[in-house]
C-alpha cells in the first residue's frame, strides 16, 4: 500500500553533494509513529543505515556520516531528503528509502533504489 520512489541525479562529482528525494505515497511521513529512513549499499558490500527523520521531524544520523549528511522534508509535498555533502567515490551506491513503524523497527517498506554514481 505505501509506496516510496527515490529521484535524483544518478552522477555526482566529488566534492559536490548528493541530494536525493524519497517520494511516498499511501501514507502519510507525519503519521505517528514512523520512522523514514535512507540506507545505502555500495558495490559488493552490505546496506549501510544513513539516517532517519522521524513522524516528528526529528532526525537520527550515523555516525560515520553525520558530519555530512542532512535529511529534511516537505510535509506538504509528503516526501523526504537527502543530503550528503563533499562526496567521494567510496559514496558511490545504490540509495534507497525506506519507511519502519518505530525508530526501534527495521524498514517494512523500501524504495526501489536508484544509483548513485560518485566520478568526475
Known amino acids: 500500500q505505501v509506496q516510496l520512489q527515490e529521484s535524483g541525479p544518478g552522477l555526482v562529482k566529488p566534492s559536490q553533494t548528493l541530494s536525493l528525494t524519497c517520494t511516498v505515497s499511501?501514507?502519510?511521513?507525519?503519521?505517528?509513529?514512523?520512522?523514514w529512513s535512507w540506507i545505502r549499499q555500495p558495490p559488493g558490500k552490505g546496506r549501510e543505515w544513513i539516517g532517519n527523520?522521524?513522524?516528528?521531524?526529528?532526525?537520527y544520523y550515523s555516525p560515520s556520516l553525520k558530519s555530512r549528511t542532512s535529511i529534511s522534508r516537505d510535509t506538504s509535498k509528503n516526501h523526504f531528503t537527502l543530503q550528503v555533502s563533499s562526496v567521494t567515490p567510496e559514496d558511490t551506491a545504490v540509495y534507497y528509502c525506506g519507511r519502519a513503524e518505530t525508530i526501534l523497527t527495521g524498514p517494512d517498506y523500501w524504495g526501489q533504489g536508484t544509483q548513485v554514481t560518485v566520478s568526475s
Open positions: 499511501g501514507g502519510s511521513i507525519t503519521t505517528n509513529y514512523y520512522s
Open positions: 527523520i522521524l513522524y516528528s521531524g526529528n532526525t
